[in-house]
């Protein structure tokens, strides 16, 4: 258990709908982040809260929106997600610049 | 901009046996933190160790250790005494020394320890 918990596990969601990926760490860390994970393919950043502001949004499509309402809580909502979209959602989170990373368990998500 | 390579995506070893999972990477860094990050099953990704650019000493964890060339821009990694919990996805990555948060990941190497 590295301090970070994930909710839902797994998700499956047509292009139509709204969800949201929710992530809680126990461990008083001031940055959370999110990667998304694609099979033969390097993690890729989407986004970085420190102390509660964003300060790293690479690119990701609008359909993804972040949400972090205090230092311990980090959300991921989602609408209107295309097929290859699908994917291994992982956050985590760190005390600081340059310090290592604590993963959650990940959310599978599939698109249909 | 920096990338991170790792050439194997598969390996296998026998249960105590040792394996040297590679990774090289690109930078003009000079200053810099190397990591693995080791993805059971579980797909919970946990640290398996951290070597700092700065240090000339290969960082070493247990069963677990690193050859860390700079001048090559290499850093492999040295499983002894293979397990069978150590059957997993390895990441290598990368990160600047300060300024970011944006670590630069390795495809990742599958490694099964087959009994």
């Known amino acids: 258990e590295t301090g970070v918990t994930q909710t839902p596990r797994h998700l499956v969601m047509g292009m139509t709908n709204k969800k949201s990926l929710k992530c809680e760490q126990h461990?008083?860390?001031?940055?959370m982040y999110w990667y998304k994970q694609s099979a033969k393919k390097p993690l890729e950043l989407m986004f970085v809260?420190?102390?509660?502001?964003?300060?790293e949004n690479n690119s990701v499509p609008s359909r993804f929106s972040p949400e972090c309402p205090n230092s311990s809580h980090l959300f991921l909502h989602l609408h209107t997600l295309q097929p290859e979209d699908s994917a291994l959602y992982l956050c985590?989170?760190?005390?600081?610049?340059?310090?290592?990373?604590?993963f959650g368990s990940g959310t599978q998500l599939s698109v249909l | 901009a920096q990338t991170v390579t790792q050439s194997q995506p598969e390996m296998s070893v026998q249960e105590a046996e040792t394996v040297t999972l590679s990774c090289t990477y690109d930078?003009?860094?000079?200053?810099?933190?190397l990591f693995w990050y080791k993805q059971p099953p579980s797909r919970q990704m946990i640290l398996v160790i951290r070597?700092?650019?700065?240090?000339?000493q290969n960082a070493t964890e247990n069963r677990f250790s690193v050859n860390f060339q700079k001048a090559a821009k290499s850093f492999s990694l040295k499983i002894s005494d293979s397990q069978l919990g150590d059957t997993a996805m390895y990441f290598c990555?990368?990160?600047?020394?300060?300024?970011?948060?944006?670590?630069?990941f390795g495809t990742g190497t599958r490694l099964k320890v087959l009994a």
């Open positions: 070597q700092e650019a700065y240090k000339q």
């Open positions: 461990l008083g860390h001031n940055a």
């Open positions: 930078t003009s860094e000079n200053n810099y933190y």
């Open positions: 990555a990368f990160m600047k020394l300060r300024g970011t948060y944006k670590y630069i």
């Open positions: 985590a989170s760190s005390q600081g610049e340059g310090a290592r990373l604590f």
């Open positions: 809260y420190s102390l509660e502001e964003r300060v």
